[in-house]
């Protein structure tokens, strides 16, 4: 309720806003926004004025849900005056907040209790539209009372829903262990697929290299051929027998070479002499003759 600017002969009412105008105690007639005069000889007066503004009312109601958790609602009641009915609003309801407060109270109190937590949470929009529907039914109910008494319920917002502090630190622990649970299930997906590409790797290393020393070990059978038939046709009189010895003596002495110009620190102990150099032939003669008959057997 708010006042506006009067005095004994005369009152002005404010935009959005309805005076109520008494003669001799008794209401007499509603005076809209704008400028009235009054008339104290026949005991008029303005007895107050009222807004016609959509008004928010916040109530705090705690109750219990289908599966025993108690929660808090925060609602947000929208409710204004009706201009034609300022009259009964001003003589009617001496505190209509607490009326208001009084009857979404009972509402919210008899359908939470039908849901669950998670439902609540979920259908919170639902539990307000159903609280609102619940205030509009025809017959004599909650709003048709507020409409008697001046009021019109406008809207209700479920503004916030707060379960108990324990409550909130379980279902928290609860999303956490989920969501490492499925982190694991992750991390060892990524694990399993590092392992089988990593062996893939080495296998397909090992085969890369397996072609690799067959064609290197092809390519030195060709051209150990290649230079016996050069120095066999170059040379008159001289046997294949004597040319592999020839080559097979001069690589043996390039080795040797090798490993003494090597700048590693490194000794090695190999039997030297002309029997170990003639062994040495025979033995890489008889593994070419068998690498060339394995050839011409595929």
């Known amino acids: 309720m708010t006042d506006g600017l009067w005095c004994i002969f005369c009152a002005c ?30 005991g008029e007066c303005l007895a107050g004025v009222l807004s016609t503004r959509v008004s928010s009312l916040d109530v705090r109601i705690e109750t219990k849900t289908k599966d025993n958790v108690f929660v808090q609602l925060l609602c947000s009641i929208q409710y204004r005056v009706i201009k034609e009915n300022a009259d009964d609003a001003f003589y009617e309801l001496q505190n209509p907040q607490e009326q208001i407060r009084a009857y979404v109270f009972d509402v919210v109190r008899a359908h939470v209790p039908r849901m669950s937590l998670d439902e609540l949470f979920e259908q919170k929009g639902e539990v307000a539209k159903a609280v609102l529907e619940e205030l509009e039914k025809d017959t004599v109910t909650k709003l048709q009372v507020m409409g008697a008494y001046g009021y019109n319920i406008e809207q209700i917002l479920m503004v916030d829903i707060i379960p108990d502090a324990s409550v909130r630190k379980a279902m928290n622990e609860i999303n956490a262990a989920q969501r490492l649970q499925l982190a694991s299930v992750y991390k060892g997906e990524a694990e399993k697929i590092l392992l089988v590409k990593k062996a893939e790797a080495e296998a397909e290393a090992k085969y890369l290299g397996g072609v690799g020393i067959a064609k290197q070990r092809q390519a030195i059978t060709e051209g150990l051929r290649e230079n016996i038939l050069n120095i066999s046709s170059s040379v008159s009189g001289t046997s294949a027998k004597e040319v592999m010895d020839l080559i097979m003596v001069t690589q043996y002495f390039d080795t040797i070479k090798e490993l003494g110009n090597s700048s590693k620190n490194t000794t090695v102990f190999i039997p030297h002499g002309p029997g170990h150099v003639k062994d040495i032939s025979h033995q890489i003669r008889d593994g070419m003759m068998e690498a060339s008959s394995s050839n011409l057997g595929h």
């Open 13 to 42: 009412v404010d935009q959005a806003s309805v005076g109520v105008v008494q003669q001799w105690g008794r209401f007499q007639r509603l005076a809209g926004p704008g400028f009235h005069f009054l008339n104290p000889l026949a």
